[in-house]
């Protein structure tokens, strides 16, 4: 479990971590609230992204942006099939969304996360090779914004408690380290996963990569934001 992450920065209301918190977890209530499984289906698939459904052609990629029909790549991310799902990604997110935010501001960093997980599950759906999967879940923001961390945050530090033997250490490893071993689990589960064809996991690796080049293209303007306070 990851605990401790620092910043360099004084504390200011970080309303965007806890505005995404807070919607993620009234969508999953609400699907909770749905009748019967039959309804909560159709739920997912009117408000999660559906591989081999996109559009094709220009022309048709502008009718469906016109008449909202990739409206669910973008709130595919609030909704989650099960608790478990949805509590993982709540966890990432307040370790990694705290510290980015602060660093980012509020906006920039919904921005990151929404912009994020569309482009992670617009990846999933044209490169998953079932068609007609329903994509839901914030993994591939919230990898967006793991991926942004790293950026910002190259040289930080990470609590972690190691099991050992009966005894658990408290030690602290370079974030660039860990991170980068859940990156590449991700690309491995990618190819080779036990849920291949279940589980998004082109998602995670194209949101992971899509939250460092905006870091990094953020960099100025964050640097700008910082001198100004």
Not at 12 to 25: G, I, M
Request: no cysteine.
């Amino acid at each position: 479990m990851f605990i401790g992450v620092p910043s360099r920065h004084r504390t200011q209301v970080r309303w965007a971590t806890a505005l995404l918190v807070a919607l993620q977890s009234a969508a999953f209530v609400w699907l909770s609230t749905q009748p019967d499984l039959l309804a909560r289906r159709a739920a997912l698939l009117r408000w999660g992204a559906v591989s081999g459904a996109l559009p094709s052609g220009s022309e048709a990629w502008l009718r469906a942006l016109a008449d909202g029909r990739l409206s669910g790549l973008f709130t595919a991310p609030f909704m989650h099939a099960d608790w478990t799902h949805l509590l993982g990604n709540l966890l990432f997110l307040l370790i990694f969304g705290l510290s980015s935010e602060r660093a980012m501001g509020a906006w920039r960093f919904l921005a990151l996360f929404l912009l994020g997980g569309a482009f992670a599950n617009l990846t999933a759906a044209l490169l998953m090779d079932a068609p007609n999967r329903v994509i839901v879940g914030s993994s591939g923001a919230v990898s967006a914004v793991i991926g942004a961390y790293l950026a910002l945050f190259p040289r930080a530090r990470l609590g972690i408690v190691v099991p050992l033997g009966l005894f658990m250490e408290f030690v602290r490893a370079p974030a660039s380290l860990l991170i980068g071993i859940w990156a590449l689990l991700q690309v491995i589960f990618t190819f080779v996963g036990p849920a291949f064809g279940a589980v998004a996991w082109w998602a995670h690796s194209a949101g992971f990569v899509f939250g460092v080049v905006f870091a990094l293209l953020s960099r100025p303007a964050i640097a700008r934001r910082l001198r100004g306070r």
